[in-house]
Nanobody, 125 residues
Framework: QVQLVESGGGSVQAGGSLRLSCAAS????????MGWFRQAPGKEREGVAT????????YYVDSVKGRFTISQDNAKNTVYLQMNSLKPEDTAMYYC??????????????????WGQGTQVTVSS
């Protein structure tokens, strides 16, 4: 049974930092991309960052480049999202997801098969 369990969300003031974690189990971790997505109320789900678990290649959406860092601990099948210099517009429910290598945009949510339950991030001004 595939499980993705996020943790680490919370409330911070603008300029602050949070670190999200996502522990994966029930599938071959190294064969998948691990992505972080977010969804604010009334908005579509947006891809934030992804890492290829088998090789460490990463990709970020422009709005978080230089502020967010995705990393992983293969021994623990865990992916992290370090979020620095947070802005109020980063407020959203954050989800981790796992998806196999496919063609097309690497942060397309439809290409990810497995999803966690989400963790809320709130950034106040």
């Amino acid at each position: 049974q595939v499980q993705l369990v996020e943790s680490g969300g919370g409330s911070v003031q603008a300029g602050g930092s949070l670190r999200l974690s996502c522990a994966a189990s029930g599938y071959t971790y190294s064969r998948y991309y691990m992505g972080w997505f977010r969804q604010a109320p009334g908005k579509e789900r947006e891809g934030v960052a992804t890492i290829y678990a088998g090789g460490g290649w990463t990709y970020y959406v422009d709005s978080v480049k230089g502020r967010f860092t995705i990393s992983q601990d293969n021994a623990k099948n865990t992916v992290y999202l370090q979020m620095n210099s947070l802005k109020p517009e980063d407020t959203a429910m954050y989800y981790c997801a796992a998806g196999p290598r496919t063609s097309g945009y690497v942060l397309d949510p439809t290409k990810y098969n497995y999803w966690g339950q989400g963790t809320q991030v709130t950034v106040s001004s």
